[in-house]
């Protein structure tokens, strides 16, 4: 009798042991745990967790995003401001084609004295800063030429002497005078009828102060 007792006594330790075993596993998720908080940290490469479509550090940005002004005092101090900095982008897209054939014009003429006499006008344009071979000039369009130029320098070192103050003006039609006064440190002062023309809804610049004399 003893011996039978003694026996269930065994079993019901063995069934015991094994239980609590079995809970004290449940109750263990402390690795499982683990993997989920790593999971949800960011990593060393990403450490904001922002997408790499575009962080605070790097935007991502292209010319399309650019605000292009439309009205004339906008218009012509943007412009301005783009000669100034050299930002050939701002002066393609205020440019009317109306103040590219006054480019084409000094075009034509600088492609036929290279025609002439291209070790002098290379040499010329060189010592402007122009990048540009003697086949690249040959290819230019207007739209290259001002853009190649605005960015030179000697073109931006032009512009930064002055500032630039707007006059009175009127709408009237889709064309515009807007008088301009270019200022330098020490007050002198050069008078200046800036041309605008109405492309669609926008305005854009016909003709401005320097465009009609390149390096």
């Known amino acids: 009798m003893k011996n039978k007792a003694f026996a269930v006594l065994t079993v019901f330790l063995l069934v015991t042991a094994a239980g609590a075993q079995t809970e004290e596993e449940a109750v263990q998720p402390q690795d499982s ?4 908080e790593e999971e949800t940290v960011p990593s060393s490469e990403n450490p904001g967790g922002e997408s790499e479509e575009g962080t605070a550090d790097s935007p991502v940005m292209d010319e399309e995003e650019v605000q292009v002004p439309g009205q004339p005092g906008a218009v012509v101090t943007a412009f ?4 100034r900095t050299g930002d ?8 009317s084609e109306e103040g590219l054939e006054s480019i084409d014009i000094m075009l034509n003429i600088l492609k036929q004295n290279l025609d002439d006499d291209p070790e002098a006008v290379m040499s010329r344009l060189t010592g402007a800063g122009y990048t540009a071979t003697a086949d690249e000039v040959e290819d230019w369009s207007p739209m290259e030429y001002l853009t190649s130029t605005v960015e030179l320098p000697v073109m931006k070192a032009r512009y930064s002497i002055y500032r630039m103050e707007i006059g009175e003006y009127t709408v009237n039609g889709d064309r515009i005078s807007v008088p301009l006064t270019f200022i330098t440190s020490s007050g002198v002062e050069l008078p200046f009828q800036a041309e605008l023309v109405k ?17």
């Open 80 to 83: 301005f401001e783009a000669l």
């Open 88 to 95: 050939g982008y701002m002066v393609s897209q205020l440019i």
């Open 33 to 36: 745990l683990q993997v989920t």
């Open 199 to 215: 492309v669609r809804d926008d305005w854009r610049i016909s003709t401005f102060m320097g465009l009609s004399s390149f390096p």
